[in-house]
């Protein structure tokens, strides 16, 4: 698998769309590099862009893109509300995938060299490319922004890592860096008042502020400065006025969302907030975010309503939107904010993004796929999903609320299983139709011939393991039928009995898929061991299926 980066140069121009455009342009004619997001900003004269690919493609796109701000943006006209030093003001590498911190630093560090050789720019470096951890926080760096930056840049100590040690007046300097995933995050108040904002801000980050009484700054033992943290670890924030909009703002960099995810952040400030009379009205997030925030987000504003978590992903957003106010600023929507929707190719989910009248149509007509494998896939999500909706209404029945998180979590189990069963649907297909490519490689030489053996048993291989795979899980999803069936909302019973003849049928399908193309692998004992483990499976679901009906029939009664 081929590593991954994201690059995330921050320009600084937020108005000139044209211009902004002419930047963009020079990242998408790099190929192998796929520029996800533009997001300008018109008070703060900044526009953050979200690139990703392979890292030689992603370094060579940013290259070309700083270059072109370089040329377009002046910076001794800008004004902006945001901190800035240069054209590029700070353009960090972030690994996503198959790749280290330290290669990625690696990479900046190249960029950075190339940067200030051949455009003859001062660059610093920061976060993990930096080596000398005394000049590697972003805002030490920055400090003292484009206006300081004539008489900082002639200190030794602040020398470029790379560029020359002249300050450009048009183009300033710039910051390259490999950091963690980190989120831009704003939370909107109802007061116009930067420095109630500023005050908030400094409540939560994490370097809080600075300790005075009377007004004046409190010293140690040693006459430093002492200093009264925030609350949130893995913060850095400031308040500012947005005129645009028309309110301050308390805009936050979330470092490390392991340690203080964006709700946690949200609800922290709306204590602070409240406690100086000032309300959160909203928020909004710069750029885009990973998945599993919204997720998390999502599932935590549920349970502090006492209601299941046991959900779907697009309804946990839809939560985590409204209860953070993502929408107040503007629309907000998924698939164009979260990376991984961005990332995610529609091919892999073809069948199950189609109406239910469609995927029969589709499975009707004389293509031989989708077949009896994603059949069985799909079967499997919907009897997973009706034990799934016992638990979610056994959840929120009138008089069990003390057993609400017990349902959420069964609810929480139900969701998995058929969220892995639907991937498998178009998984299946696409196995098949990889056996189907692999038949049609040419064989002309011995050399083509060997390589179309070859395929065509890797292939089958994976044909193999796919409905193998919706047989296992199809069978760990009866636990939660089960357990539905014995203790769920007894007026759903019969939900929880269709779920398991669904579950039943999913396994027993799946395993003939399992048997028609194990008979074309040539690996006779992985063929064996593959077939002991269907029968097995087979086996148990059966007895599992008898066992549930048996609990089902006896609560229907007649």
Not at 383 to 396: D, F, Q, R
């Amino acid at each position: 698998m081929q590593p991954i980066i994201e690059c995330v140069p921050n320009f600084s121009e937020g108005n000139d769309l044209h211009l902004i455009q002419q930047i963009t342009n020079e990242i998408e004619k790099v190929e192998g590099v796929r520029l996800l997001n533009v997001d300008p900003g018109k008070a703060t004269n900044r526009t953050v862009v979200t690139l990703v690919g392979h890292p030689e493609a992603v370094i060579e796109a940013a290259f070309q893109a700083i270059k072109k701000a370089g040329e377009l943006i002046d910076m001794s006209k800008h004004k902006g509300e945001h901190p800035r030093m240069g054209a590029t003001d700070v353009c960090p590498l972030i690994p996503i995938a198959n790749i280290t911190m330290e290669e990625t630093a690696a990479y900046a560090q190249q960029l950075a060299e190339r940067v200030g050789r051949e455009l003859q720019l001062p660059v610093y470096l920061y976060e993990a490319a930096q080596p000398d951890k005394t000049r590697s926080n972003l805002s030490v760096i920055r400090a003292g922004e484009y206006e300081g930056f004539f008489k900082k840049i002639q200190l030794p100590e602040w020398k470029p890592d790379f560029g020359p040690a002249i300050f450009d007046a048009k183009r300033g300097a710039t910051v390259i860096g490999a950091r963690d995933f980190l989120i831009a995050y704003n939370i909107n108040l109802n007061t116009t008042s930067t420095r109630r904002a500023n005050a908030i801000a400094f409540d939560v980050r994490e370097a809080g502020r600075v300790k005075r009484e009377n007004g004046k700054v409190v010293l140690d033992a040693d006459g430093k400065p002492v200093n009264i943290p925030g609350t949130l670890k893995s913060v850095k924030a400031i308040g500012w006025f947005i005129e645009e909009y028309g309110i301050a703002q308390i805009s936050m960099n979330l470092t490390n969302t392991q340690i203080t995810p964006v709700h946690i952040a949200f609800d922290e400030v709306c204590r602070k907030a409240e406690a100086r009379g000032i309300r959160v009205t909203g928020s909004e997030l710069v750029g885009l975010v990973p998945l599993q925030s919204l997720v998390d987000a999502g599932k935590y504003f549920l349970r502090k309503q006492q209601r299941s978590t046991g959900v779907s992903e697009k309804e946990l957003i839809r939560i985590a939107v409204k209860s953070m106010g993502l929408d107040e600023l503007g629309p907000f929507k998924p698939e164009e904010r979260i990376i991984e929707y961005l990332l995610q190719n529609k091919a892999d989910s073809k069948l199950v993004s189609m109406s239910l009248t469609d995927f029969a149509n589709e499975t009707a007509s004389e293509s031989p796929a989708p077949g009896g494998g994603s059949i069985s896939a799909y079967v499997g999500a919907l009897g997973i999903s009706l034990a799934t909706m016992v638990a979610n209404l056994s959840s929120h029945k009138k008089g069990w609320d003390d057993r609400w998180e017990e349902f959420s979590d069964w609810a929480d189990k139900g969701e998995q299983y058929k969220n892995q069963l639907l991937r498998l649907v178009d998984a299946d297909t696409k196995a098949f139709n990889l056996i189907m490519t692999a038949f049609g490689l040419p064989k002309s030489t011995d050399e083509e011939k060997a390589a179309r053996h070859t395929a065509i048993q890797e292939a089958t291989k994976f044909a193999i393991e796919i409905p193998l795979l919706v047989m296992e899980t199809a069978f760990a999803s009866m636990q939660v039928i089960k357990a539905m069936a014995e203790i769920g909302n007894p007026n759903s019973v019969s939900d929880a009995g269709v779920g398991a003849l669904c579950a039943r049928s999913a396994v027993m399908g799946a395993f003939m898929n399992v048997r028609i193309n194990a008979a074309g692998y040539e690996d006779k004992s992985y063929v064996q061991s593959v077939i002991e483990k269907g029968q097995t499976v087979e086996r148990e679901t059966i007895e599992l299926e008898r066992a549930i009906l048996d609990v089902v029939n006896g609560k229907i009664g007649v």
